[in-house]
């Protein structure tokens, strides 16, 4: 069964980082593109980053302060937050990208998420 | 970059009733565009790709068309299992972009 399993999440000081994980069963993560996507409480779901092979790609709003990376002998993938800030707060995705080649399809299969949350 | 505008914000509605949503983008995505299910507490499910796709195993009276800058999600007969939020997501370009969601609740 292909599934996909955040961990890292936690309560974290504003001004802190943190590594998200993310991993990939069922699959080969080195294979598929992976997107990472939040959402604060209360709010609706935010596209942050996709990393496809060795190319990434961040969402403006972020960029600067996250970086995505990938281990495909570990078939993880994780999201470096830094400079973490109270808008911060929220459930982060990571999902897979339906299709490995041109035409993609969109965001097939989710994790559970991991909560993040910016308080002192 | 690409801004993916949906409305309604909610949507008030019975079981049994024809529901569309509309998504529409700032510039063309072509036919770039999936459609997602969410339920409080739950992982969003995904339901239509390349704007009229069905994923499997999602019921039939889910359907969506659209091309260029305007989408909808059509939802034939609303079933109890229906009642969530929606949310369209352009794939064309990166950086990706999602809609701001529909709520559609129970009248």
């Known amino acids: 069964e292909v599934q996909l399993l955040e961990s890292g999440g936690g309560l974290v000081q504003p001004g802190g980082s943190l590594r998200l994980s993310c991993a990939a069963s069922?699959?080969?993560?080195?294979?598929?593109?992976i997107c990472w996507v939040r959402q604060a409480p209360g709010k609706g779901l935010e596209w942050l980053s996709k990393?496809?092979?060795?190319?990434?790609y961040y969402a403006d709003f972020v960029k600067g302060r996250i970086t995505v990376s990938r281990d495909d002998s570990k078939n993880m993938v994780y999201l470096h937050i830094n400079s973490l800030r109270a808008d911060d707060t929220a459930v982060y995705y990571c999902?897979?990208?339906?299709?490995?080649?041109?035409?993609?399809?969109?965001?097939?299969?989710w994790g559970q998420g991991t909560t993040v949350t910016v308080s002192s | 970059d690409i801004q993916m505008t949906q409305s309604p914000s909610t949507l008030s509605a019975t079981v049994g009733d024809r529901v569309t949503i509309t998504c529409r983008a700032s510039?063309?995505?072509?036919?770039?565009l999936a459609w997602y299910q969410q339920k409080p507490g739950e992982a969003p499910k995904f339901l239509i790709y390349?704007?009229?796709s069905l994923e499997g195993g999602v019921p039939s009276r889910f359907s969506g068309s659209g091309s260029g800058t305007e989408f909808t999600l059509t939802i034939s007969s609303l079933q109890p299992d229906d009642f969530a939020t929606y949310y369209c997501?352009?794939?064309?370009?990166?950086?990706?972009?999602f809609g701001q969601g529909t709520k559609v609740e129970i009248k």
């Open positions: 999902a897979k990208v339906k299709g490995t080649a041109f035409p993609l399809k969109g965001l097939d299969v």
């Open positions: 069922g699959f080969s993560s080195s294979t598929y593109a």
């Open positions: 990393i496809s092979g060795g190319t990434k």
């Open positions: 510039q063309s995505i072509s036919r770039w």
């Open positions: 390349e704007a009229s």
């Open positions: 997501l352009q794939y064309q370009d990166a950086p990706w972009a």
